[in-house]
């Protein structure tokens, strides 16, 4: 399983990004598709996870209103809109894959693969 995070960059606060996280190498059918973020100095934390099969979601109840998570079964691809952006939205975005499909799941150590991470600045 290969995940490749991108669409990261400088925005000002208040914009909107869309990231995405390309799947390769296996099928992704029964997998939980999540996104997590690492600020500087902080533990990384969840944002929110999809059901493969399904598209179910979670998303972390602090961000719920401004980000949302989607995907796209043609091009095995994971997206993560995030509106409304401020500085404290600023990390290191992490794209991750689980082949139990449970879309409840938040926790890092819960996920069995990893994206190489794409970085979002939001300056105020």
């Known amino acids: 399983v290969q995940l490749q995070a991108s669409g990261g960059g400088l925005v000002q606060a208040g914009d909107s990004l869309r990231l995405s996280c390309a799947a390769s190498g296996h099928s992704f059918s029964g997998y939980a598709l999540a996104w997590f973020r690492q600020a500087p100095g902080k533990e990384r934390e969840f944002v929110a996870a999809i059901s493969w099969s399904d598209g179910l979601t979670h998303v972390q109840d602090s961000l719920k209103g401004r980000f949302t998570i989607s995907r796209d079964t043609a091009t095995n691809t994971v997206y993560l809109q995030m509106n409304r952006l401020n500085s404290d939205d600023t990390a290191v975005y992490y794209c991750?894959?689980?082949?139990?499909?449970?879309?409840?799941?938040?926790?890092?150590?819960?996920?069995?693969?990893w994206g190489q991470g794409t970085l979002v600045t939001v300056s105020s």
């Open positions: 991750a894959a689980d082949p139990l499909e449970d879309y409840h799941k938040d926790r890092p150590y819960e996920f069995d693969y």
